[in-house]
Nanobody, 118 residues
């Protein structure tokens, strides 16, 4: 079994910053890609940012220049640094990893609420 534990969400004013963390534990052989998704009320879950095992990153257009994804392979942890937050960034943020030995499986975190409001 693989567990993903997220932390760092909360309430922040517009223009503020938050840093999300997601630590993976359990029967992990090798982690390939890691990513953050978000889902706002009444909307579909969308990809926010992703990072490959080699460190290549990609971002949703809406967060480019404001969010930074990074990973610590020694800690099996992925981070999302969120700056210049806007009310439209309000959502539940989920981390996702692809991990396994010969076959890659997708695992999701439980989600952490981020609310941007004055």
């Amino acid at each position: 079994q693989v567990q993903l534990v997220e932390s760092g969400g909360g309430l922040v004013q517009p223009g503020g910053s938050l840093r999300l963390s997601c630590a993976a534990s359990g029967s992990i052989f090798s982690i390939d890609a890691m990513a953050w998704y978000r889902q706002a009320p009444g909307k579909q879950r969308e990809l926010v940012a992703a990072i490959t095992s080699g460190g290549s990153t990609n971002y949703a257009d809406s967060v480019k220049g404001r969010f930074t994804i990074s990973r610590d392979n020694a800690k099996n942890t992925v981070y999302l640094q969120m700056n210049s937050l806007k009310p439209e960034d309000t959502a539940v943020y989920y981390c996702q990893i692809r991990a396994g030995r010969r076959t890659l499986y997708v695992y999701w975190g439980q989600g952490t609420q981020v609310t941007v409001s004055s």
